[in-house]
């Protein structure tokens, strides 16, 4: 019954090809339409790739710790700012699993993560050491290793990408148009012993 059915869907396919022909080829005007009416699928959003270095504070900690905490945080901005490897110094010093990556958290974009740590990765300079910014999960220092503006994506850009997603909807409609025939037209035969 499986291989009926793949053999089916095979045949109706290939029916569906004959049929259409060059009419699954989407033209130019039909790529320009799709791409106009949907313009808002075609930004990407602002983004920045960031590493970083937390010291975490826990809501037990009492003054003593909490200044402490600070502490090392300033000794660990210091020690960058007089050249020290920002990778080496997270991984022996981060509270954070990205230590593991020297830091890195990979590509950001806005909303997706604590407002003082995004007003601060998004405004800083590309390498810089940031200040110490404190969140609710601790005091970080960022650095911003690329920054990419939003832009969007032209349409020569994705003309290739737009046409096959327009030809495969033209293919799928047909398909279910046939389908839809073949089923109303079917004959049931009923074979008696």
Do not use: W
């Amino acid at each position: 019954k499986f291989n009926e059915d793949i053999a089916f869907t095979i045949k109706v396919k290939q029916l569906v090809q004959i049929d259409l022909g060059n009419k699954a080829k989407p033209s130019a005007k039909e790529i320009s339409k799709f791409y106009n009416e949907n313009k808002d699928k075609f930004v990407v959003p602002e983004s920045v790739h960031v590493r970083h270095i937390l010291v975490a504070i826990d809501q037990g900690d009492d003054e003593k710790i909490k200044a402490e905490k600070k502490e090392k945080i300033e000794n660990l901005h210091k020690q960058l700012s007089d050249g020290a490897d920002f990778a080496e110094v997270a991984r022996t010093n981060s509270d954070c699993p990205s230590k593991e990556n020297g830091g890195d958290l990979g590509i950001i974009k806005k909303g997706e993560t604590v407002k003082q740590f995004e007003d601060a990765a998004f405004s800083q300079e590309k390498n810089v050491i940031g200040p110490v910014v404190t969140t609710e999960y601790g005091h970080h220092i960022i650095q911003v290793i690329d920054h990419n503006k939003a832009k969007t994506i032209t349409m020569a850009e994705t003309k290739s990408k737009i046409s096959n997603y327009l030809e495969q909807q033209k293919q799928m409609e047909a398909f279910s148009s046939l389908v839809k025939k073949l089923r109303e037209n079917a004959k049931i035969l009923i074979y008696e012993n």
